[in-house]
C-alpha cells in the first residue's frame, strides 16, 4: 500500500490504526465471557456430581423405610372395606367382640394426609381388650388410636367383662403420591 493515501485521508489512517486492535478487543472479551460461562458451568456440574451420590443413598433409604412401613401386602389396608375385615379378625383372634364398628375415608387436620377413622365399640375381658389394641397398633404401624374409654359392664355376672370404645386413624400410604412412592 502507499503511504500517500493515509496521508491525503486522515479518517483512512484512524480506521486503520483503531479496527484492528478494537477487534482483538472484542474477540479477547468474548472468549473471556466463554471461558467464565465454561468454569460456571464445570463447577455446576462437579457440585452435582458430588451430591448425587449422597441423594442416590437417601433415596435408597427413604425407599427402604417406605417399604418397612407399608408392610407387605397382605397387611397393607387400601380400602374402608379391608380397613373393617382387619380390625374384626384382628378383635376375633384377641377373643374381642365387636358390637358396632363404623369407618370413613377423611383428610387428617394436620398434615392433610388422607385417613380413615374406625370407631370401634365393643365388649371383652380387660385383657382381650389390651391383646385387641396391641395387636391392631403392631400390625398397622401408620395407625394411631386417638381415643379410648373402658368401662366394666354391668351385665357381666363376675365383673370381668369391659365396654371398650376405641377410635382408630390410619394413614392410607398407598395414597400418597410422593415423587415416585407409592
Avoid: H
Avoid at 370401634?120 to 374409654?149: C, D, M, N, W, Y
Wanted: some cysteine; charged content about 20%.
Amino acid at each position: 500500500m502507499d503511504i500517500g493515501k493515509f496521508k491525503s485521508s486522515p479518517t483512512r489512517l484512524t480506521l486503520w490504526l483503531l479496527i484492528p486492535p478494537l477487534i482483538a478487543a472484542g474477540v479477547g472479551l468474548s472468549v473471556y465471557a466463554l471461558k467464565l460461562q465454561s468454569e460456571w458451568e464445570l463447577s455446576r456440574t462437579q457440585s452435582l456430581a458430588d451430591a448425587l451420590p449422597r441423594l442416590v443413598f437417601v433415596r435408597e433409604l427413604a425407599g427402604d423405610l417406605m417399604a418397612e412401613v407399608r408392610g407387605n401386602d397382605q397387611e397393607n389396608v387400601k380400602s374402608e372395606d379391608e380397613f373393617i375385615s382387619f380390625i374384626q379378625s384382628t378383635a376375633a383372634a384377641g377373643n374381642f367382640t365387636v358390637n358396632r364398628l363404623n369407618v370413613e375415608r377423611r383428610t387428617s387436620d394436620s398434615q392433610k394426609l388422607p385417613v380413615l377413622v374406625a370407631k370401634v365399640r365393643g365388649i371383652g375381658t380387660f385383657g382381650a381388650i389390651q391383646k385387641f389394641l396391641g395387636e391392631v397398633a403392631a400390625k398397622q404401624p401408620l395407625l394411631s388410636q386417638s381415643a379410648l374409654r373402658v368401662t366394666q359392664s354391668s351385665r357381666s355376672a363376675d365383673g370381668s367383662q369391659c365396654n371398650a370404645e376405641a377410635t382408630f386413624e390410619l394413614v392410607l400410604v398407598d395414597t400418597l403420591d410422593s415423587g415416585g412412592v407409592r
